[in-house]
């Protein structure tokens, strides 16, 4: 008898085993935890990224122009059109190619090469606008997204600029809106940053069409202008604006908004993108030509 109870295992071993598996269930707990913070973070982040590559899928900011129900059945159309067509990603700065059905010639269609200069409106409303100098002539074409007579959006050169509007290149140097009709595809590597074009055009000399010395422009260059229209803009500045809490509120969208309204049309959008991926790979790739 006292050879068994010898034999057997101190109780103090088996507390310490017990211990030890419990400190080490915890901090598989805690891992599998902080691992799914990461992953809800990572998540989040690639949601709210949706904001700037399909600014159009948020409601207007002015509070009397929403309308829940409007936004939601306008969101489905979008992702449907979007799957009729390919419209990649872009943004002002970015030189585009469209091709669109021609209404004054049934049957034909016609494809216009320029810079995007602005984007604006919410939904089905959205809108873009391409600028190109064609015979020495400006030429301006305001192109609705989701337009059904819009057969293609080519993203030519995919570019950001210093400002949100490139208005102001109506009055700037034709050379600055200048782009070749046959211009050729220019593809990034995959997971490459978007580019930011820091070029600053010169204007013409005044009289303008609107005054940019009024306007905050980091993609300009110096304007040569007298004291006088400096003063003149100093007087005219708000900036108090930014401590106007309900402006800003009304300006933008909140963050839980955000995550509400793309988590719905996210897994179609990651469809479209991952398609849209594969045929740009298709693209790089280059069969090789037989040896003679």
């Known amino acids: 008898m006292f050879s068994i109870i010898s034999k057997c295992r101190p109780l103090t071993q088996f507390s310490d085993v017990s211990k030890t598996l419990i400190a080490l269930s915890s901090q598989s707990t805690a891992v599998l935890k902080e691992k799914s913070l990461r992953e809800k973070d990572v998540l989040k982040k690639q949601i709210l990224e949706c904001r700037h590559v399909y600014p159009e899928f948020l409601p207007d900011p002015k509070v009397e122009f929403r309308n829940v129900i409007r936004e939601k059945l306008e969101r489905s159309d979008m992702v449907a059109r979007r799957t009729q067509i390919d419209i990649g990603e872009f943004y002002v700065g970015s030189v585009l190619a469209v091709t669109s059905s021609d209404r004054h010639a049934p049957g034909k269609t016609h494809r216009f090469v320029g810079i995007c200069i602005q984007r604006e409106g919410c939904g089905l409303r959205a809108s873009f606008i391409l600028r190109n100098v064609v015979d020495h002539q400006g030429v301006e074409i305001l192109y609705h997204m989701y337009d059904p007579t819009i057969h293609k959006v080519e993203v030519l050169r995919l570019e950001k600029r210093l400002d949100d509007k490139l208005l102001y290149l109506r009055d700037a140097l034709p050379e600055y809106s200048t782009f070749d009709l046959n211009m050729d595809v220019e ?51 708000t900036p108090w604006e930014k401590y106007d809490l309900m402006k800003e509120y009304m300006r933008t969208i909140p963050e839980e908004e955000q995550l509400e309204i793309f988590s719905g049309v996210q897994n179609e959008l990651h469809k479209l993108e991952s398609q849209r991926k594969k045929m740009k790979r298709k693209r790089i790739f280059i069969k090789p030509s037989k040896l003679a």
């Open 187 to 237: 593809i990034l590597p995959e997971g490459a940053p978007i580019p930011v074009n820091p070029i600053k055009v010169k204007l013409k000399p005044r009289p303008w069409l609107e005054r940019w010395e009024r306007q905050n422009l980091m993609g300009v260059q110096d304007l040569e202008l007298p004291e006088r229209f400096y003063i003149r803009a100093k007087e005219r500045e």
